[in-house]
């Protein structure tokens, strides 16, 4: 069965104060790594797929990167609306393609 | 907003009863997906139809059952609820099955009292 492991499950971090948010995960054929942002009370919302080790996706603040045993979610520079729960999930045909997630990491950022 | 809709928001209701939750995909998704969502469980997959067939199932109660229709809407069925199936349910759709991001909808809120 897939495991996905995500950590810290909380930070706190200073408007501007950047940091990186890891995705562990172990999954035989692995053909998608999802990043979602959730806010409270809200569906996830989608932000990036990355499919294979060594690529990078970025939007606006945030950068996802992937190795074959990891992924990690950077926030560079974060303001207040960047506070959220960040999950990740991943996809295999092991697992009938279904979407398999982290509990997430909460990030609050404060001004 | 992305595309997807859930009804009803909030569900209050009543150990043993049964309630119906609905789901209309985003245009031209073909597939949708149920997930339960709570505090101690975190997303938790349920089941997956893909184009009115069911394709996947995760742990999903023989309680619960689910079904897609002609005009690709979903609903999942609950039955005989119990204080324990509190939480909140959410439905996603993508077009395919393999590689596709999942849009997911703001979810019903399930109480049981």
């Known amino acids: ?111 | 907003d992305s595309g997807v809709t859930q009804t009803p928001k909030h569900l209050i209701t009543a150990t043993g009863q049964r309630v119906t939750l609905r789901c209309s995909p985003r245009s031209g998704d073909l597939s949708v997906y149920w997930y339960q969502q709570s505090l101690d469980q975190g997303l938790q997959f349920l089941i997956q139809y893909y184009n009115g067939e069911e394709r996947a199932k995760g742990n999903i109660l023989e309680r619960f059952s689910a079904q897609q229709f002609p005009d690709l809407h979903s609903e999942l069925n609950l039955s005989s609820l119990e204080l324990g199936d509190s939480a909140l349910y959410f439905c996603a759709s993508s077009v395919g099955q393999e590689s596709s991001p999942l849009h997911f909808g703001n979810g019903t809120r399930l109480t049981v009292t």
């Open chain 1, 1 to 111: 069965e897939d495991q996905v492991t995500q950590s810290p499950e909380a930070l706190r971090l200073q408007e501007g104060e950047s940091s990186s948010l890891n995705c562990s995960y172990t999954v035989s054929g692995l053909r998608g790594l999802f990043w979602y942002r959730q806010d409270p009370g809200k569906g996830p919302e989608f932000l990036f797929t990355l499919y294979s080790a060594g690529e990078e996706k970025e939007k606006e603040r945030l950068k996802a990167t992937l190795t074959k045993k990891e992924s990690f979610l950077h926030i560079t520079a974060p303001k207040p609306e960047d506070s959220a729960t960040y999950l990740c999930a991943v996809q295999a045909p092991s697992n009938d393609y279904k979407l398999s997630f982290g509990a997430g990491t909460t990030v609050t950022v404060r001004a």
